[in-house]
């Protein structure tokens, strides 16, 4: 399994993307258009949702990540109750409504295992890693100075 570098690495991400380009199409066409506060107000919870997973995942400690990953999963249930108005006044038909809220629950389930995946994790954040001192640094240098003199390969090569 490859470690997680960046929030663009998650899917719960990259699904929120897919979501919020889903969302633009769909609220360009003239009904959304015409609808003004409606238009906004679902445009502006999809960003939301990509948004608050790429604000957390770049927050120091793990009660904010879990935080703001609260907040996209409730931002995601506002996108689909938004496109079960867009539905049910006719601004989208069943087939656009039936892609979105899949979306919607696909990010939602995501979202939500990767909140239990990091509450279930050790790790606190990068804020509670402790900084090596000037000293240790000096100590591995040396160490790594002597392995490489003495025994002719630097640290973790085997000699086969």
Known sequence: MATIQKFEDLICWQRARELTKFVYEISRFRNFEM????????????????????EGFDRATKFELINYFYIAKGSCGEVRSQLYIAQDV?????????????????????????IYKVKSGGKEGIQFKREKTKRQIENEKFLEDIRVKYLKKPEGKSGK
């Open 90 to 114: 006719g601004y989208i038909d069943i087939s656009k409504f039936r892609y979105g809220i899949g979306l919607c629950d696909e990010c939602s389930r995501l979202i939500q295992s990767f």
């Open 35 to 54: 609808d003004r506060g409606l238009q906004d107000q679902i445009r502006r919870a999809s960003v939301s949702v990509m948004s608050n997973i790429a």
